[in-house]
């Protein structure tokens, strides 16, 4: 990741923005943009049941201000920087500030996070994929991070044993 080594990675929405629009660069739908802020103007589905994120608005004010907020208390009221970079993950899975790609750049920026304290990222192994699609699934019907944290801690390298 370019952005760590150079030492240029910042928890916030430009740098949320380039990587979305590395994650989605074949997938079109204006990469690199919060909902509104293109010209698309629908809210995103979740599979597993319905979960309504905040609604998408031309222009994508309340979102930039959301993420700016959520941002700002995050990295103000939690201390421990694994803990900043799962709680960023789970926000931006949860908020939804893109029409797809949330999970995949809210990765990426959990990961740019951790490696930029010296903390090695966390993978989720192919074969705990539906594991991880269970636990995000969990999460977003009961809006209890528990279980996805304890999950995603178990998938360290530190913890699992790789």
């Not at 760590?4 to 989605?24: E, M, P």
């Not at 629908?42 to 905040?54: E, F, K, L, M």
């Not at 959301?66 to 960023?88: K, M, P, R, S």
Request: hydrophobic share 35%.
């Amino acid at each position: 990741m370019g952005l760590v080594t150079t030492g240029d990675f910042v928890l916030n929405k430009a740098t949320s923005d380039r990587l979305h629009a590395i994650v989605r660069r074949y997938e079109g739908r204006e990469p690199g943009k919060f909902r509104g802020e293109e010209t698309i103007a629908r809210n995103p589905d979740v599979s597993h049941g319905r979960y309504p994120p905040p609604e998408t608005e031309p222009g994508g004010d309340s979102l930039r201000a959301l993420h700016a907020e959520g941002v700002a208390w995050l990295t103000e009221e939690i201390t421990d920087v694994t803990e900043q970079a799962l709680a960023y993950f789970l926000f931006a899975a949860l908020q939804q500030f893109y029409f797809d790609g949330n999970k995949r750049t809210g990765r990426a920026m959990m990961n740019g996070h951790l490696m930029m304290h010296g903390i090695d990222g966390i993978s989720v192994p192919v074969a705990r994929r539906q594991e991880f699609d269970s636990e995000m699934a969990h999460f977003y019907l009961e809006r209890d991070a528990t279980r996805m944290l304890a999950f995603l801690l178990s998938c360290h390298p530190q913890n699992a044993g790789y």
